[in-house]
């Protein structure tokens, strides 16, 4: 498989190579706290054949900060991906059955670990069965399991130190991605005890504004939406309620721009419930 496959693909190209011995596909489905709609519960009774779950809120995570699915280390990352039967010289397709919504996040999670090819689903499940792919509804089996390995890539990843230091100086962008209302701080935040409002000098895309439909737009779209936040002269940072949006522009950049974005894995939970730190209100 190439080294330059982009990192967006269609449903098409999935049905043409999913058979590919090298091809796994990753089931990323995830909902909002309070959802009557469970991620690992949907994949076992509907997925892509052959696909994992990748439970990034439950397992695969940091188990010891109360902050929601922060990123592992390195070594719990490999352990957890070697346990879904994934090498290293895989080419990995993350989706979700939202269209686009959580699959992002662990696209992510794959780059910052350093893993090589790691390409969305642009469309997700829904993409899928619109063009008559195959959905397995029989219960999983057990990946045989593999020896991965994970390596670190601290350019796409920040946290909150390095960020209220860049914030201090002015010398990062920081992009947030919740709704405007969110970010203008004219309402109330959905986590208990967050303040509302956003980072000092920040800039708002929100998220959905880079999709239509499930898919993404297309790249003059996602071209023109990007330059009125993305910084030339700056490193770029995204940020949105939990770490899960903010990959969703982080991705789009890289897809349409080449332009790596690093993720603030906290987010406006960390930031917002730090009373400590500075904020900003419209």
């Known amino acids: 498989m190439s080294q330059n496959i982009d990192v967006i693909v269609n449903a098409e190209w999935l049905k043409a190579h999913f058979s590919a011995p090298n091809v796994k596909t990753v089931d990323a489905s995830w909902f909002m706290p309070g959802s009557q709609r469970n991620g690992a519960q949907e994949w ?5 054949p052959g696909a994992v779950y990748f439970d990034f809120d439950g397992e695969i995570k940091d188990q010891t900060t109360s902050l929601p699915h922060m990123l592992p280390s390195t070594d719990v990352f490999a352990e957890n991906v070697s346990k879904l039967g994934i ?13 686009i ?6 696209w ?8 090589q090819n790691v390409v969305l689903l642009d469309g997700g499940l829904p993409a899928w069965e619109s063009i008559g792919g195959d959905i397995d509804n029989t219960p999983p089996v057990q990946p045989q399991m593999t020896e991965y390995t994970a390596c670190f890539q601290p350019e796409r990843y920040i946290d909150r130190d390095a960020l209220l230091a860049g914030i201090t100086t ?19 935040e959905p986590r208990e005890g967050v303040r509302s409002g956003h980072m000092p000098n920040a800039v708002n ?9 499930g898919f993404f737009k297309s790249s003059q779209e ?21 770490g899960v949006t903010a990959c969703t522009v982080a991705l789009a950049s890289e ?15 960390e930031w917002g419930g730090d009373h400590r730190l500075p904020i900003e209100v419209l």
């Not at 076992?44 to 892509?48: L, N, S």
Request: with cysteine.
């Open 44 to 48: 076992k009774t509907k997925r892509i």
């Open 87 to 99: 090498s290293n010289s895989d080419t990995v397709v993350v989706y979700d059955s939202a269209g």
């Open 170 to 188: 002015n010398s990062l962008n920081v992009i947030d991605v919740r709704p405007f209302d969110r970010f203008s701080g004219g309402v109330a």
């Open 205 to 213: 895309l929100p998220f959905p504004s880079v999709m239509q439909e």
């Open 108 to 115: 992510w999670m794959f780059k910052v670990m350093g893993h």
């Open 222 to 242: 996602l071209s023109q939406l990007l330059a009125t936040v993305v910084s030339d002269a700056l490193p770029n940072v995204t940020s949105c309620g939990s």
């Open 255 to 269: 897809h349409t721009i080449g332009k790596v974005i690093a993720v603030y894995d906290g987010s406006w939970t």
């Open 101 to 106: 919504f959580s699959s992002p996040r662990v």
